[in-house]
């Protein structure tokens, strides 16, 4: 049973920075697509970024592409979101995920394994 935790979340400014860091354990990390969601109060769950597993290639949201960089270290079975500009609007707790194949998605449905969520919280 893949296990995922998430930490790095906190308080920061507009315009500040987080990297929000997800560890892998209990299976394996390699072969399957991971990703990044959030959720604001009062919404739904929203896709924020996805890495595959064949080339690395990011997929992000308009809302976030040119500020936030997904990255993954297969050796170090972690998941990582660097966050830059960050803006009110971002506040959220973000989730990692991961898919059970190579390919990513936009769909919080097609992902099989959640973290408990690490909350950010941008300041105006």
């Known amino acids: 049973q893949v296990q995922l935790v998430e930490s790095g979340g906190g308080l920061v400014q507009t315009g500040g920075s987080l990297r929000l860091s997800c560890a892998a354990s209990g299976g394996t990390f390699s072969g399957v697509a991971m990703g990044w969601f959030r959720q604001a109060p009062g919404k739904e769950r929203e896709f924020v970024a996805a890495i595959d597993w064949i080339d690395h290639s990011p997929n992000y949201d308009a809302s976030v592409k040119g500020r936030f960089t997904i990255s993954r270290d297969n050796a170090k079975n972690t998941l990582y979101l660097q966050m830059n500009i960050l803006k009110p609007e971002d506040t959220a707790v973000y989730y990692c995920?991961?898919?059970?194949?190579?390919?990513?998605?936009?769909?919080?449905?097609?992902?099989?394994?959640w973290g408990q969520g690490t909350q950010v919280t941008v300041s105006s």
């Open positions: 995920a991961a898919r059970t194949s190579a390919a990513t998605s936009t769909s919080a449905a097609a992902y099989a394994y």
